[in-house]
């Protein structure tokens, strides 16, 4: 019984190093392919996430899938988290770390370039709409995506504050369109 709840320490190290470098590939994967990957899923995301927990475990623990094993791994990836959350205080590491907002709507008008940089569709979009209750698309003066995978959507109407905009990236090529006014 004891050989199923011990482990050495070289094992336990060798638990740790797999939890951190799981943890530092999904970060870089995460911003490398975007927001996209953390939005709301579909069965077949939701079947992918759960095949990439699978995988992510099977590395963490490797050969050793003992309660203690697990209990490191598990301890290594929040500890981690946190290290990662104090870091985000820091804007370099924020910006690093957090993809840019997106404009996906302009004024009533879906923007393609927008929806390809943020890897949606516009089946997306219109669901995001039709949540909202938005009935038309030209009520919308702004649409953004989000570095959350959400979709937000600022109705026409009041004027919206430049710096509540400050950070959403444009697509190539349109002027930033709440100077414009």
Known sequence: MTELLGITPLQAGAVVVAAAGMYAAFLVLVRVLGA????????????????L????????LGYVPVLEAGIIGLATLLL??????????NSRVHRWLTPDPILIIDDGVVLDDGL????????????????????????VAYGIFEPTGAISLLKRGLPVDPQLLADVT???GRPRPWHRH
């Open 36 to 51: 996209r990957v953390l939005a709301r899923m579909s069965t077949f995301d939701l079947i992918v996430t759960l095949m």
């Open 53 to 60: 927990g699978s995988i992510a475990g099977r590395v963490i």
């Open 80 to 89: 981690l988290e946190v290290i990662v959350g104090q870091l985000r205080t």
């Open 116 to 139: 390809r940089r943020a890897h949606i569709s516009l089946d997306e979009v219109a669901g995001a709409l039709r949540e909202r209750g938005i009935r038309q698309i030209d009520e």
């Open 170 to 172: 444009v697509p190539t």
